[in-house]
């Protein structure tokens, strides 16, 4: 038998024992690289997601502190002018401010990598944060009151890993990361702001004259609420300390006659002195007179429109009230571009109109007259705001809602009205009538009576720029807006 020609070369079996155990070395090996693959995937997938997650935190954190400056009328007092300027210290003066714990409990019910973060809340003067008052705004300089900002910081200083942990047999700094995100809002109030205005949605159609009732002190001519050639705030500051506009209460009452036409508003005749240039029938408390806006007739104008059981909430008016007017925008400053409709008749019985809109918007029972949200100071005379929830609210009647008298930090009661200048037009019976809107005033329901008089607080005020070069969009009048840089 020939040989091969290709012969495999003989090993002896003293070679073949040093191979023992290559295979478990090459998979151990192997088996190294696979988790330090796991590791990069899984471990730093799940910090990006929780660097997404604490960026959320922080946003939401700074639009709450935010709102809660705008919603307790601190741009209504710019240069802290109440006596003994508190009012700022009130609102944002150190970690345990209504601001502060209002974004610190938003940014902690946003969990970074299922553990609740550490927050910290700073505030600055300007949309550039050039002056920082730290945690405590009183220090932040008079240009605070202008243009507060919040800035919120989240981390979670021992976010787990997972697969990594192998590392820390060699590096105990693996065995945990920390994730940090910040955010920045803004509460813009135009009032003096130059070429910047306010153009909002979702505004109540009640257009009031430029005239402040002052809690019914005035009695021949009254401040204008703001300045129609700056937009400036003629009564800053808190009424209950010095006498200022923010805190304000009153009654708006329709300047049409309750025995004219079931669908026209006859304007009242009797003499008067203040609130613009028509006249009016004064009731006995103080009061402000509005008209009814002209709103779109057409049927997706109001959105947001809850059911209201034993309420009639229909036609563009009714529901611009009871729900969120998105078509109609109020464009502050600009001459003559809204209207008054006087072919609506906002009191006259079977509709109603105001007072069934006003009571489905604020969950008022028509029958007690309760079971709205309460402003705490048309309660208890303190400053600054607190809402409690009324037995009516709908967080509160649903299964495992809140309870009645919770303090929230919203309120279907907070909505904008426009103010127009009641000095430079006459209004005449017919309509529509083009009007120019100077401001708007930032107003909590406290009630609305069964002859569809409203009962309203002051939060905030805001004035327009005559001539408004750069125009913002919102559903509030004094918006709170993140102006972190993408």
Same mark, same amino acid.
């Given at each position: ?62 639009? *709450? ?28 003066? &150190? ?45 932040? &300089? %008079? ?13 979670? /200083?021992?976010? /787990? ?20 995100? %910040? ?18 949605? +979702? ?15 005035? $009695? ?21 300390? &010095? ?32 609130? &613009?240039?028509?006249?009016? $029938?004064?009731? #006995? ?6 008209? #009814?806006?002209?709103? !779109? ?11 209201? $059981? ?7 008016? *009714? ?7 998105? %078509? ?25 109109? %105001?007072?069934?809109?006003?009571? +489905? ?11 709205? =949200? ?38 279907? !009661? ?6 127009? =200048? !009641?000095?430079? $037009? ?41 001539? #408004? ?18």
């Amino acid at each position: 038998m020939l040989r091969p020609l290709i012969q495999r070369p003989g090993r002896s079996a003293r070679y073949r024992v040093r191979e023992h155990g290559v295979t478990l070395a090459l998979v151990a090996l192997a088996m190294v690289a696979i988790i330090s693959m796991a590791a990069l995937s899984i471990d730093i997938g799940t910090l990006y997601q929780a660097s997404a997650e604490a960026q959320r935190a922080a946003d939401a954190a700074a639009l *709450a502190g935010a709102r809660m400056v705008s919603m307790s009328g601190l741009t209504g007092d710019p240069t802290n002018a109440a006596p003994g300027t508190v009012s700022w210290s009130e609102i944002c003066g &150190g970690p345990g401010s209504p601001a502060s714990l209002a974004a610190i409990a938003m940014a902690r019910q946003n969990t970074v990598g299922g553990l609740a973060p550490t927050v910290s809340v700073t505030y600055s003067a300007g949309s550039a944060a050039a002056t920082s008052g730290g945690n405590d705004c009183t220090g932040a &300089g %008079t240009n605070f009151g202008i243009n507060p900002v919040v800035t919120v910081k989240v981390q979670q /200083p021992n976010l /787990p890993t997972f697969f990594a942990h192998i590392f820390g047999l060699f590096n105990k700094n693996w065995n945990a990361v920390s994730i940090s995100a %910040t955010a920045s809002a803004e509460a813009f109030n135009s009032s003096n702001a130059g070429s910047y205005a306010v153009w909002p949605r +979702c505004v109540k159609p009640w257009i009031v004259p430029n005239s402040d009732p002052n809690n019914g002190t005035c $009695t021949t001519t009254c401040t204008p609420f703001v300045d129609t050639t700056t937009g400036a705030i003629l009564r800053p500051g808190i009424q209950a300390d &010095g006498g200022g506009v923010i805190g304000e209460t009153f009654w708006l009452v329709a300047d049409c006659q309750t025995g004219g036409s079931p669908n026209v508003c006859t304007l009242n005749t009797a003499p008067k002195a203040n609130y &613009g240039t028509y006249t009016y $029938t004064p009731p #006995p408390t103080a009061n402000l007179q509005y008209l #009814p806006s002209l709103v !779109s007739s057409s049927s997706t104008a109001s959105t947001a429109i809850p059911a209201c $059981t034993g309420l009639r909430v229909s036609g563009s008016y *009714a529901q611009a009230i009871a729900g969120c007017d998105q %078509t109609t925008q109020y464009q502050c400053g600009n001459l003559l571009a809204n209207a008054v409709d006087l072919t609506e008749n906002p009191i006259h019985p079977p509709g109603d109109d %105001t007072q069934n809109g006003t009571q +489905c918007l604020i969950h008022e029972d028509p029958s007690s007259l309760a079971g709205q =949200d309460i402003l705490m100071p048309a309660v208890a005379g303190t400053y600054p705001f607190q809402i409690q929830a009324g037995t009516n609210n709908p967080m509160v009647l649903a299964t495992g809602g809140l309870t009645s008298n919770t303090l929230i930090t919203s309120s279907t !009661s907070i909505v904008s009205l426009p103010i127009y =200048d !009641s000095a430079a $037009t006459t209004i005449a019976q017919g309509g529509p009538y083009a009007v120019t809107i100077v401001g708007f005033l930032q107003v909590f329901i406290n009630q609305v009576d069964n002859n569809g008089n409203v009962q309203v607080t002051v939060m905030n005020v805001t004035g327009c720029a005559p001539s #408004p070069g750069t125009t913002f969009n919102g559903t509030s009048s004094v918006p709170a807006r993140l102006i972190t840089a993408p």
